[in-house]
């Protein structure tokens, strides 16, 4: 069966300082990975997806990157956060072709200070 | 840019009473998918809907897929204390991999 990692679970970041968040999907290959931030009480704002190794598709303008080195990785990075940056962060997987759900992460929550 | 948004934003009900959420795409979708959300939790699958028109049953769980593709709907018969979440409706339109997520109805259910 097909599992999703993310890590870490929370995480409180100074502003200013980089980040680094991980994504690794096991049991299925070439999937589409996408990264989605969530802020407190909101819905998901979609911030990049792949749809193979090195093809990254970013939504929104930021200060956010994403790299997928590997098949089943995926990350999520920052040279210096923001305060706007806090949210939770999910990390979601599906088949390698259009209308097939969604598996989420547990997310990982980041306060930035 | 495409945007989906939901109605009501929030929603306190009796256990036992009906609760419907709306969402509606500035555009014409492909698909449209339904998660649920736990308080602390992340998304869950609930079902997609691919059809014009279509209509999909899960237990007390009613989705409904617009004629012109741009709308649908999620109805809860007799609501539950297990049924408290935030619902998510998620378009995807056509020649694309990403879904647009809506903006969430969250359900309180008072037992």
């Known amino acids: 069966s097909q599992t999703i990692h993310q890590w870490p679970a929370t995480l409180v970041q100074p502003v200013g300082s980089p980040l680094s968040l991980e994504c690794t999907v096991e049991g299925t290959s070439n999937p589409n990975l996408y990264w989605y931030r969530q802020a407190a009480g909101r819905g998901l704002q979609l911030l990049f997806y792949s749809v193979g190794i090195g093809q990254i598709s970013s939504e929104v303008p930021q200060n956010l990157s994403a790299s997928r080195p590997q098949d089943r990785q995926f990350i999520l990075s920052s040279k210096k956060l923001l305060l706007s940056d806090s949210g939770f962060y999910l990390c979601?997987?599906?088949?390698?072709?259009?209308?097939?759900?969604?598996?989420f992460g547990p997310g990982t929550r980041l306060t930035v200070t | 840019g495409q945007q989906v948004m939901q109605i009501p934003q929030y929603q306190h009900v009796q256990e036992g009473e009906d609760f419907t959420t709306y969402c509606n795409s500035s555009?014409?979708?492909?698909?449209i998918q339904w998660y649920k959300q736990r308080p602390g939790g992340h998304p869950v699958f609930l079902i997609q809907l691919v059809k014009s028109g279509e209509v999909k049953k899960q237990k007390r769980l009613t989705f409904q897929f617009g004629e012109a593709k741009k709308n649908s709907s999620l109805h809860i018969t007799a609501t539950q204390t297990t049924d408290v979440g935030t619902y998510f409706c998620?378009?995807?339109?056509?020649?694309?991999?990403?879904?647009?997520f809506g903006t969430g109805t969250r359900l309180k259910v008072l037992a």
């Open positions: 555009t014409t979708l492909s698909n």
């Open positions: 998620a378009g995807q339109t056509s020649g694309t991999y990403k879904y647009i």
């Open positions: 979601a997987w599906n088949r390698d072709l259009r209308a097939y759900e969604q598996y």
